[in-house]
C-alpha cells in the first residue's frame, strides 16, 4: 500500500513539475485585497502545490499524534481491567 501512494505521489509530481515547466507565461493574480502582477503561472502552481503538501502534511501529523495518544491510553487500560471495562474507559 505505501508503495502504491508514493508512486501515485510521484507521478503527481512529475506532472506539476511538467505542467509548471510549460506554462510560464505572466499572469495577474488577485486574492482578496492581495495583488501580484506579472507572475510566472509555474511558480503560482508550484507555491499551490507546496502548500498544499504542507497542510496535508501537518493534518497527518496531527491525526498520527491523536491515534498514539489514544492507543497509550488503551495500553493503560487493558492491563488493569477486563475488556468490558475496557470498551467503557475508552469510549467506545
Known amino acids: 500500500m505505501l508503495q502504491l ?3 501515485v505521489a510521484l507521478v503527481f509530481a512529475v506532472g506539476i ?3 509548471a515547466v510549460q ?9 482578496l485585497v492581495w495583488r ?3 507572475v510566472a ?3 503560482l502552481v ?11 502534511l501537518l493534518l497527518g501529523t496531527a491525526r498520527e499524534v491523536q491515534l498514539r495518544w489514544r492507543l497509550r ?3 493503560a487500560v487493558v492491563p488493569t481491567q477486563d475488556p468490558a471495562e475496557a470498551k467503557v474507559a475508552v469510549g467506545v
Open 5 to 7: 501512494v508514493l508512486v
Open 73 to 75: 491510553a488503551l495500553e
Open 17 to 19: 513539475a511538467v505542467f
Open 36 to 38: 501580484a502582477q506579472g
Open 41 to 43: 503561472a509555474s511558480v
Open 46 to 56: 508550484l507555491v499551490a502545490a507546496a502548500l498544499g503538501a504542507g497542510t496535508a
Open 23 to 31: 506554462n510560464t507565461a505572466p499572469v495577474e493574480v488577485a486574492f
